[in-house]
């Protein structure tokens, strides 16, 4: 079973910075990555993904602001996240792109907030 934990949440006030890791405990080289997120009351929503190859995509709501990128040597994926807003405020999970999923990690708390 794929352990992931993910790391690096916390307070932040609006326009500033975050650096999520999640490590995975298999190599991922070869698989698509990506962060999800879901706030209070709301379903868990795909934030941004990385394929193998390094393509990057993200939810028209961080385009501009937040970075996926992944060290396969660490087997380990990043997510950069800058000029946050309140709304960005939730648990941010990492597993699998596309439709398959390892099973979710205890995920990792930002909160944005004055």
């Known amino acids: 079973q794929?352990?992931?934990v993910e790391s690096g949440g916390g307070l932040v006030q609006p326009g500033g910075s975050?650096?999520?890791s999640c490590a995975a405990s298999r190599p991922i080289s070869s698989i698509s990555m990506a962060w999800y997120r879901q706030a209070p009351g709301?379903?868990?929503e795909l934030?941004?993904?990385?394929?193998s190859f390094g393509n990057?995509?993200?939810?028209d709501s961080v385009k501009g602001r937040f970075t996926i990128s992944r060290d396969n040597a660490k087997n380990t994926v990043y997510l950069q996240m800058n000029s946050v807003k309140p709304e960005d405020t939730a648990v941010y999970y990492c597993n699998r792109g596309g439709t398959l999923r390892w099973s979710w990690?205890?995920?990792t708390q930002?909160?944005?907030s004055s």
């Open 18 to 20: 975050l650096r999520l």
């Open 42 to 44: 709301q379903q868990r």
């Open 2 to 4: 794929v352990q992931l």
């Open 110 to 112: 930002v909160t944005v």
């Open 105 to 107: 990690g205890q995920g």
């Open 56 to 59: 990057t995509n993200y939810a």
């Open 47 to 51: 934030v941004a993904e990385i394929t």
